[in-house]
């Protein structure tokens, strides 16, 4: 073999083992989730995993497991600090059980579209949420829209607070919200989302509180009847990330783990909002009868809402004047 073919194969050796080392190298974020493949959180998923990809010249390689292949919310929550998970973006109410002072992102009136499409509120917010979980290694990276929810029933035509009074109503679990439905006179039920529909139909529950997508995708014809109070209840995904994993990341995979968030982030919170209401439409399109509370009613709600808020801040003194001033910080 001449010296110049020599030359040209040990160069080639090199950028191949440089290529294998690379592949080796990068770095592995499992990011698993419950709802079915096709849910439009799956969808924003990939975007991310696409998105870092990218930034990172494919050194991180994000992993999307749906329908709870790899592990449901709860236990990716508990999996990560393992090695096992790196990321998860559970509904918040799931996240009160790490610390409690997160169930303020859930109380009623608190949350709103406007608020949240600020993006100077938003990060304020999603940073200090994150500081409350931080101390258990964990950090919160953003917060997505899940729903606006809304309450649906089977046989009750609600159309005023009076009308919610004495029913039975499931909720997804959290204290903020089964204390929500409680102040409302309602009797607050927790069981799985696969069960919802079945004792809907069946009366062992007279509504349910939950999202359009909950409505149209899993109770469907059985919940005849939607009552919607505007800003009653925004809930949203909460972005965790293992905090051990992330901070030992080179500046620039952090970088580009936290830009593809915000971009996602930023994007999600505007399309959501449209898919919802197409939703809706097509449940009533199907019959179905949706109302919604006018202002003398949100009103009431308010006003019913507020002992939430008070008790919660009796036991929580510092969340929501942190909240408050983060929004009057943006606004100014």
Not at 69 to 82: R, S, W
Request: hydrophobic share 45%; glycine share 6%.
């Amino acid at each position: 073999m001449s010296m110049l073919k020599r030359v040209i194969a040990a160069s080639a050796a090199i950028c191949t083992l440089a290529a294998v080392s690379s592949a080796s190298l990068a770095a592995e974020l499992v990011l698993p989730n419950e709802v079915a493949a096709s849910h439009w959180k799956n969808g924003y998923m990939k975007q991310f995993a696409e998105l870092v990809r990218k930034r990172t010249d494919g050194e991180i390689d994000v992993k999307v497991f749906p329908s709870a292949q790899l592990y449901n919310d709860q236990d990716a929550l508990a999996a990560l600090g393992t090695g096992a998970v790196q990321m998860v973006w559970p509904v918040s109410v799931r996240i009160e059980t790490i610390d409690p002072r997160l169930g303020a992102i859930n109380l009623p009136f608190t949350l709103t579209d406007e608020l949240m499409n600020d993006q100077c509120y938003a990060k304020g917010l999603t940073e200090l949420m994150s500081s409350y979980v931080e101390p258990r290694s964990l950090k919160i990276l953003g917060l997505l829209r899940a729903a606006d929810l809304f309450f649906i029933f089977a046989r009750h035509d609600v159309q005023k607070l009076e009308d919610v009074k004495g029913t039975k109503v499931r909720v997804i679990g959290g204290r903020v919200f089964l204390d929500t439905i409680r102040s409302l006179g309602a009797s607050p039920v927790s069981m799985p989302a696969s069960e919802m529909s079945s004792a809907l139909g069946q009366g062992a529950i007279d509504g349910v509180f939950t999202s359009a997508g909950g409505w149209a995708e899993m109770i469907g014809k059985t919940g005849k009847y939607g009552w919607y109070v505007p800003n009653f209840s925004l809930s949203t995904y909460a972005v965790v990330v293992d905090k051990m994993w992330f901070d030992e990341l080179p500046q620039a995979q952090q970088q580009a783990i936290t830009t593809s968030m915000d971009e996602v982030v930023a994007k999600q919170w505007k399309e959501v909002v449209v898919e919802d209401q197409k939703l809706i439409d097509k449940m009533t399109a199907q019959g179905a009868q949706f109302h919604t509370a006018g202002a003398e009613e949100i009103k009431r709600w308010e006003q019913i809402s507020e002992a939430n808020k008070q008790t919660f801040a009796k036991e929580h003194p510092d969340v929501l004047p942190a909240m408050q001033a983060i929004e009057k910080r943006c606004a100014s």
